[in-house]
């Protein structure tokens, strides 16, 4: 019997994540150990006080009901005083937070609340995969907006401005910048709360990287005017090593919020309560517990750098983030190509730029999500593979061949 497909996952692939995991898998069976410097999943656990409140919390009698939609007081009021305390921003509890099971959720919850059929929404170049596909299951028309390194990856506002908006009705923001490490100062972001503003645009800030290697984390809800017209998604999955918990939320407008909600509460459930008692106590952790973090990224990062130095990749040392984003050398067509070379030669994976949009082809990403250990053996191999010698295209394409 043959099951049609709905019509709207015509334009949806796979998560590209998804599928690379697979051959790593099968080349792991083979006997391969395939390092990933791919994905961005913390691997270091969250604060020993998180952890025992969840398991305090576990214990209770009360604790395996079904939750509120909109989360556990204890929890909304934690996320605003982080806010309050880390960004200067001031927001109800009560109805300016709503916590998400994952940042992801809230990015599929936002465009079917707010797009439809008909509706354009703008999305980075390069950028995170997942806001073009949730547009696309929403019915509405994703249109890419350019971000370069010679604009520093910042959009473009003057040249938005000369394209026809009449349709865009939301516009994705993600700063720091995943892939490429950017980030977005006080000024940018008031530039383009007042483009929303004039372009009648609801700006959606997806803002899990602001802790990670960055002394000045930024809210775009601290901007004059920005909620009117702004949405923000924050995590804990970066922030505290939370990410199989399945922790963020949005922060915004009540009335935006409600109507969030409104889709939401029909899609899911609150989340268990311990996991919501336990993000509320890591979200009381003090400055020590980033500083702490960010001292074992650094570290991390400088390895990497040298791994991308061997590749004969350059790359911005100022960058902040969970990834290390380099541009290729000469003698690669793509991110594509060198990834296939370093996973083929070396046993090592790397993240095509490409995945995140076609100005990103030139570019790989490196996770900072392994330890020391790791990334001084992906250097060995990348040294016994003969890099930094290069191979000519031809000897390349031979080896990217050998992985299949």
Avoid at 199 to 208: A, F
Wanted: with cysteine; proline share 7%; net charge neutral.
């Amino acid at each position: 019997m043959n099951i049609p497909v709905a019509e709207r996952l015509a334009p949806i692939q796979e998560y590209y994540f998804s599928q690379k995991l697979r051959e790593i898998e099968a080349l792991n069976r083979a006997g391969a150990r395939v390092i990933n410097l791919g994905i961005g999943s913390p691997d270091l656990p969250p604060h020993p006080s998180v952890v025992e409140a969840l398991t305090a919390a576990a214990q209770r009698p009360d604790a395996h009901a079904y939750q509120s939609y909109k989360g556990v007081p204890a929890l909304r009021q934690a996320a605003a005083e982080w806010y309050q305390r880390s960004y200067g921003v001031a927001l109800d509890p009560e109805t300016e937070v709503l916590p998400l099971l994952g940042c992801k959720e809230g990015i599929v919850h936002v465009c079917m609340t707010f797009l439809q059929p008909g509706d354009e929404a703008l999305i980075p170049n390069p950028g995170y995969p997942t806001y073009r596909a949730a547009v696309q299951l929403s019915g509405a028309t994703p249109v890419d907006y350019d971000l370069t390194a010679d604009n520093g990856w910042l959009p473009d506002l003057p040249a938005l401005a000369r394209r026809d908006l009449s349709r865009v009705k939301l516009m994705w923001l993600n700063y720091p910048h995943m892939p490429t490490g950017a980030r977005a100062s006080a000024a940018a972001l008031a530039e383009l709360v007042a483009f929303a503003r004039e372009h009648s645009i609801l700006l959606v800030h997806d803002n899990p990287y602001s802790f990670i290697l960055n002394d000045e984390p930024l809210s775009l809800l601290a901007v004059p005017g920005a909620r009117a017209v702004s949405l923000e998604l924050n995590s804990l999955s970066k922030s505290h090593n939370l990410a199989g918990w399945r922790v963020g939320l949005l922060a915004g407008r009540a009335d935006l919020l409600q109507q969030v909600l409104r889709f939401k509460s029909n899609m899911d459930s609150g989340m268990f309560l311990p996991v919501q008692l336990a993000a509320a106590a890591a979200l009381q952790l003090g400055p020590e517990w980033s500083a702490a973090l960010n001292a074992t990224y650094r570290a991390r990062r400088t390895q990497v750098f040298g791994l991308l130095d061997a590749l004969g990749c350059t790359y911005d040392p100022a960058q902040v983030g969970l990834f290390v984003w380099a541009r290729v050398p000469a003698a690669y067509a793509d991110g594509y190509a060198l990834s296939d070379a370093v996973l083929a030669r070396a046993r090592v994976f790397i993240t095509p730029g490409g995945i995140f949009g076609s100005n990103g082809s030139g570019f790989v990403r490196l996770s900072l999500c392994q330890p020391a250990a790791v990334l001084t053996e992906a250097q060995a191999r990348l040294a016994e593979a003969g890099w930094p010698l290069a191979l000519t295209a031809a000897q390349e394409t031979v080896a990217a061949a050998s992985i299949s």
